[in-house]
């Protein structure tokens, strides 16, 4: 999930106490573009748009492939950009960290009506084809073997719906990855509170009469009930209660935070990337994986809570997979912790050796 800046901030708290960041290094921007592009609903849109980022360089090896590549897919309403932060680049991409972008070919996609790739928003607004999670991950395939000649990846990395867009690549495209790291999903139909709060976003939107069918004119009231309902979703209570423990407080940090929030929004982008996760559910296949997967949440995910224990069942069909969940402490930020690689680059160190040939 995308939360405004000034919030991730104090979710995070970017201290040195917490997280050993360095000054990220400077990504590299691209786009592709794919003509007639057809969607899974056998609607086409005459030319798609795909933006990415990029840290490092194409490894060549003697077969001519590139061999150093990793691909990593961000949360929903979320772009390339949410990876390119001190939390993130500057603790895994820097010299000498786990994905030293000296030594490997980074690639950063903006997903299908996300970031600057194409979306709702550039103009055919409710016309604009109603994309699905398949259709994002065909579009990252395109984008590596047409765009940019990768033809398979030492490392898929996936957070929130890039956690679940990793489940469906490696069902997809079995042989494309050396190994992946979902984090922050369940690899089973969105269902229950899930789902509940999916539908109570796009039913926020969907019924408010400024919404238009699509046409507003300005934004509609019902974004406000949208940024609520985010807020609750990919927050930690933990850190909430300790950074606003009393009612004034509370309150005067929700009367900033909403503002700023929908001031970023747009209800048909939004309303189309939550509607993408319509007929999401990997778990039929999990037994066909063969690659080492390590999946992981945490504790403090209102998302995908532990009690669920479904995370602990579905991962014992995968053949090389490995579940973690990381318990709730001061540096977990709820579902927002899959964004904070300090706390879990353990495990991504683990299946990095593990899967190395």
């Known amino acids: 999930m995308k939360l405004s800046r000034r919030f991730i ?83 895994l991409f820097g010299p000498g960290q786990l994905l030293d972008a000296s030594r490997y070919y980074i690639i950063l996609p903006d997903g299908i009506g996300h970031g600057s790739s194409s979306k709702p928003s550039d103009g055919l607004r409710a016309r604009f084809p109603h994309y699905e999670y398949d259709d994002m991950v065909e579009a990252q395939h395109l984008l590596l073997t047409q765009g940019l000649k990768v033809d398979h990846l030492r490392l898929l990395l996936g957070t929130s719906m890039g956690c679940m867009h990793s489940w469906i690549w490696l069902e997809t495209y079995p042989d494309f990855s050396d190994a992946a790291m979902p984090l922050a999903c369940l690899p089973v139909e969105i269902a229950g ?59 005067s940090f929700l ?32 037994d066909q994986i063969g690659v080492p997967v390590m999946f992981v949440n945490s504790a403090d995910d209102l998302i995908n809570p532990p009690e669920l224990g479904i995370a602990e069942r579905e991962i014992q069909k995968v053949k090389q997979g490995r ?19 300090a706390i879990w680059k353990q495990y991504l160190a683990d299946l990095l050796r593990v899967s190395q040939h």
């Open 323 to 341: 579940f973690v969940l990381l318990p709730i402490t001061d540096e977990t930020r709820g579902h927002g912790t899959h964004s904070l690689p």
């Open 9 to 91: 901030a104090l979710l995070v708290l970017a201290s040195t106490a917490v997280v050993r960041a360095e000054e990220p290094p400077k990504p590299t921007e691209g786009e592709y573009r794919v003509a007639d592009f057809h969607f899974r609903s056998g609607a086409t849109l005459p030319e798609l748009r795909l933006h990415y980022l990029t840290y490092g360089r194409p490894a060549i090896d003697a077969r001519g492939h590139i061999s150093n590549a990793v691909m990593i897919l961000h949360g929903t309403t979320g772009s390339s950009r949410q990876f390119i932060t001190p939390q993130f680049a500057g603790v």
């Open 255 to 286: 009367d900033q935070f909403l503002p700023t929030r929908t001031a970023g929004m747009d209800a048909n982008d939004i309303l189309y990337a939550f509607d993408a996760s319509r007929n999401y559910d990997p778990a039929k296949k999990l």
């Open 193 to 251: 509170r899930n789902r509940m709060m999916r539908k109570m976003i796009m039913d926020a939107i969907r019924s408010d009469p400024g919404w238009r069918n699509g046409d507003y004119q300005v934004p509609p009231a019902g974004l406000k009930t949208v940024a609520e309902i985010l807020l609750i979703m990919a927050s930690s209570s933990l850190e909430l209660q300790k950074n606003y423990p009393t009612r004034a407080q509370a309150d």
